[in-house]
């Protein structure tokens, strides 16, 4: 084993991969096996998230052995930079933040030669110091890069250096941004979780700006691409104007939905603004912007990458990725409608909607919303007298034990007679009156053949459970015998009192 010749020290904001690949070009080794050889380390072992990451001890032992001089100091920075608790997160949309392949500002390697352990974090975007877009490309021939020691030169394709190469078209970096950049330098562990947690939705959001359910990813896929769509995700929760266009594109792109209600048309906007957890200049006044007189500044694209592994089919590839912004799933169906997921899993019970795939037991199921619409409108509002219109939210169904979703599924089960409103399906239903009070009365004995739970109760009858504790002691109803005491009513004498409440 040769004697390395040259032994740099790591420079403060370097990657460990990019410590890796300055010391074996310095030793004119630029493949990473090579390296990892000539380190006398098993390379397999130490791919996780990009080349060489996280930093183990086997491979410090072997640095410091190498370069013939205590290193621990200087590699504990690469230590610290892989215990940063936020960088992985699984409850996040991107749940790891570590990118798995090289984006580089051209720049600053001409420069330094050194890459920054920043640019692999898949919420930056922008170089602040040039104040230019990250890139996963040669800017030259447009090859995707590769690990290796020739990047620190140049492309290791057309074999332009960089500091040959056309200065990159200048680009703004938010204001936020570049905030982060600075607690990334100071102080890395201060950074905020929960703006982490955002960015990350909104960058899964801005790959497919147009589509109501989005997957979440262990890690950000690679895509050449991907430092422009961080900065519309900046963009996305800063600027209100920047918002209500992507809100406008979306009644474009989704006007086939608008049977369904407005609110589906709207959906990708108000479940991404739902789902952050901090208060943002763009989504809290987005969604109350006015859309006449906001123009189309810039199109969003949407990207097939950002979505998982079993969304995706033959025909949808072929086909250029369209239709998938009309899926839904149960959670995605109830975020939109306002409704609960039980509400929900009664609508679609007994398969009265096609499902993807035929998954028909998983909350996972997804359906096709113009297949939702098709179903309704075999049912039109009933013009003929005895027929009225109850509202989804009628505290009605309540009441009863009832929800919308049970009446839409047994009026296209046609066990009531019903139709739709044209313009608004599922929150427009119209019955006959009288069958209708006969299935609230059925729907109410249903639900009290047996025990009822307590919190179920005092849903029903609006009031607090120390309410119905109360109509206990008076007699108006009974404890169940047959469960834990003080938690379930009896249903039978619930019943009775009901009828006599209502």
Partial sequence: MKRLAVRPVPVKGESLTGYLLRLGKLNCMFQPLEIMDALGVEKSSHVVKGWCQPAFGDLFDALEDRL???????????????????????????????MGYPRVCTQCVSET?????????????????????????????HKALKW?????????????EWAEMERPLSSSISGLESQL????EQDPASVDPTVIHDLCRAIVYMMRPFDS????FEAAPRLIKHSECVARAYRTLQESQFFAQWRMQCHEKRKDLLPLGEEFIEAPCKLFSDGLLNDWNGPKHGLNIPLVGVSFEEVFPENTRYIAQPRREAVFELEGGIGYRYQLDIASIASTMAWNE???????????????????QSKKRRFDAKQIIGRLRQFPVQTTDGFIEIEADSPIF??????????????????IPGGFGEGNFLSRIFVDKS????????????????????????????????????????????????????????????????????
Avoid at 130 to 140: D, K, N, R, V, Y
Avoid at 181 to 184: D, M
Avoid at 342 to 360: R, Y
Avoid at 444 to 458: G, P
């Fill in 342 to 360: 039980e509400d929900v899993e009664d609508l679609v019970s007994n398969g009265i909607f096609p499902t993807f795939k035929n998954v028909t």
């Fill in 435 to 502: 069958r209708f009070e006969k299935w609230l009365l059925q729907q109410r004995k249903s639900a009290t053949r047996r025990s009822v739970s307590l919190n179920k109760v005092a849903f029903a009858l609006d009031c607090t459970e120390q309410d119905v504790r109360r109509l206990v002691e008076e007699k108006n109803v009974k404890w169940a015998t047959h469960q834990e005491w003080e938690k379930w009513i009896d249903g039978p004498s619930l019943f009775e009192y009901m009828i006599r409440l209502y």
């Fill in 148 to 160: 290796s020691g020739g990047m620190l030169l140049g492309c290791d394709k057309c074999e332009t």
């Fill in 181 to 184: 950049w600075t607690q990334l």
């Fill in 398 to 415: 309540r009441r009863n034990f009832a929800n919308p979703g049970m009446l839409v599924n047994d009026i296209l089960k046609k066990v």
């Fill in 113 to 141: 030669g050194v890459l920054d352990w920043r640019w692999s974090l898949a919420f930056t975007s922008t170089c602040p110091k040039h104040s230019s877009l990250l890139t996963a490309e040669c800017p030259s021939c």
């Fill in 213 to 216: 359910l989005h997957d979440t």
């Fill in 68 to 98: 013939e001089r205590p290193l621990l100091p200087y590699l504990r920075q690469f230590e610290g930079l892989d215990e940063l608790r936020w960088q992985r997160d699984w409850e996040r949309m991107i749940q790891d933040v570590r």
